[in-house]
């Protein structure tokens, strides 16, 4: 899907029970992914990483957020937020 998959630390923050990490991805669509076919685009994203520590500071849980809308939007796949935002006005249940 994204072979040449690389990470950007751009902060790292850390306390006694939690590290935070500001990272910025970037990447090639090469393959197949969430049934999309391969756009061969070049994306780059951002996303933040949290590491929840024991006493011990063994990482015992850990979240991870990102935008898949940004992402899939970057490589063309869905209409930007204000289309979306047109077409959905005319939407009735």
């Given at each position: 899907m994204f072979?040449?998959?690389k990470y950007e630390i751009i902060e790292l923050t850390a306390e006694e029970e939690k590290v935070?990490?500001?990272y910025r991805g970037r990447t090639t669509h090469k393959g197949e992914?969430?049934?999309f076919k391969p756009t061969n685009k070049a994306?780059?994203?951002e996303g933040v990483n949290?590491?929840?520590l024991n006493?011990?500071?063994k990482v015992i849980d850990q979240w991870d957020?990102?935008?898949f809308y940004?992402?899939?939007f970057e490589l063309g796949l869905i209409p930007s937020l204000g289309e979306l935002h047109e077409y959905l006005t005319g939407f009735k249940k």
């Amino acid at each position: 899907m994204f072979p040449d998959l690389k990470y950007e630390i751009i902060e790292l923050t850390a306390e006694e029970e939690k590290v935070w990490i500001h990272y910025r991805g970037r990447t090639t669509h090469k393959g197949e992914a969430w049934g999309f076919k391969p756009t061969n685009k070049a994306v780059e994203f951002e996303g933040v990483n949290i590491l929840f520590l024991n006493s011990n500071g063994k990482v015992i849980d850990q979240w991870d957020a990102f935008s898949f809308y940004d992402l899939f939007f970057e490589l063309g796949l869905i209409p930007s937020l204000g289309e979306l935002h047109e077409y959905l006005t005319g939407f009735k249940k």
